[in-house]
């Protein structure tokens, strides 16, 4: 277990997905659609011209004092909500199955503790390396945590939304299972003599207790304050980065989402987070090492402006015209 990429946090969100990423959003932002830079025009006027009238709003200013008017605005933002939920559950149902029972998925996180592991070793032996206490960075959520059975269960009653109150929700129960091989990978790794660091973007005030409870009960290794290092001012990870940088030799960046890595995803558009990509091609499974993750992050939220707040309608246009390019 990755804007700004991370705009779709509210508040108190944060897989990071990091969940905090992807699936989460605000409910009751207003449906707008504006053009993107990143999406062709052609998708944006099909887009524009195809969007619905504000019905909500409309019926606001003709009859704001009236009692029926007003549920009836209650009802049918109840039901846009739950159309929003219902198509979001619909569209991440493959990539949680895949996560949830595929062989290749397991054998995917395996080969990236694998080469992890291999980079520690050879950085311990390494004397270059020795001028600073060595240490591993790493995020928490799909990429030693597994939340995959809490999203499948959600996506399984109709909710695909992962929004701020239900991933609060999911983390106070204290149930995020570790990855296949993660256990074994963070423990080999404190026996090497190397300092872990888990910077999540689980948001610090609401979810650290419950956090640091749930990876001592999986058997992490290095959970303190010291070391886990959650959400608390600021959703870019860079500077608490930075801050591990200046008394640690950073061996390698661990995570499922762009921005779990030092290379300045956040807030870039789709176009240009490939092309940072691109740019530090040499650096995964040297220094980089990535972990699947196709339910959410920052790829989502990537795909147009103000995507996670577009109707149903108008994110199947947005994903029929990138699946035809």
Request: hydrophobic share 40%; charged share 20%; proline share 5%.
């Amino acid at each position: 277990m990755k804007r700004s990429s991370l705009a779709w946090y509210v508040g108190v969100a944060c897989l990071g997905g990091s969940l905090c990423v992807g699936s989460v959003v605000q409910a009751d932002s207003p449906m707008t659609v504006k053009a993107n830079p990143v999406v062709p025009t052609a998708m944006v006027a099909q887009v524009q011209s195809t969007q619905p009238t504000n019905s909500i709003v409309a019926t606001n200013t003709v009859a704001a004092n009236s009692e029926p008017a007003k549920a009836a605005v209650v009802l049918d933002e109840q039901a846009a909500l739950k159309q929003k939920q219902q198509y979001q559950a619909e569209t991440e149902t493959m990539g949680l199955l895949w996560m949830r029972t595929s062989a290749e998925y397991r054998a995917l996180a395996y080969q990236g503790y694998n080469v992890a592991l291999n980079l520690v070793k050879m950085a311990v032996t390494d004397p270059s390396h020795q001028r600073k206490p060595l240490a591993i960075v790493l995020d928490a959520d799909e990429t030693v945590v597994d939340n995959t059975k809490l999203m499948g269960e959600s996506v399984a009653s109709g909710n695909g939304r992962f929004d701020a109150p239900w991933w609060r929700q999911a983390v106070h129960q204290g149930k995020s299972q570790a990855m296949p091989g993660a256990v074994e990978f963070l423990n080999e790794v404190h026996k090497q003599g190397v300092e872990i660091f888990y910077v999540s973007n689980r948001y610090a005030p609401v979810n650290y207790d419950v956090t640091v409870q749930n990876f001592k009960e999986l058997g992490f290794p290095s959970v303190d304050k010291e070391h886990v290092l959650l959400f608390e001012k600021d959703s870019d990870k860079q500077p608490r980065f930075d801050a591990i940088t200046k008394k640690y030799g950073i061996i390698l960046f661990m995570g499922d989402n762009a921005g779990d890595f030092p290379i300045g995803t956040k807030g870039k558009t789709l176009a240009e987070r490939n092309a940072i990509i691109d740019e530090h091609k040499e650096d995964f499974g040297t220094t980089f090492v990535v972990f699947p993750n196709p339910a959410y992050g920052s790829w989502v939220s990537a795909l147009a402006k103000g995507y996670q707040n577009l109707s149903p309608e108008e994110q199947k246009q947005v994903n029929n015209q990138y699946l035809q390019q």
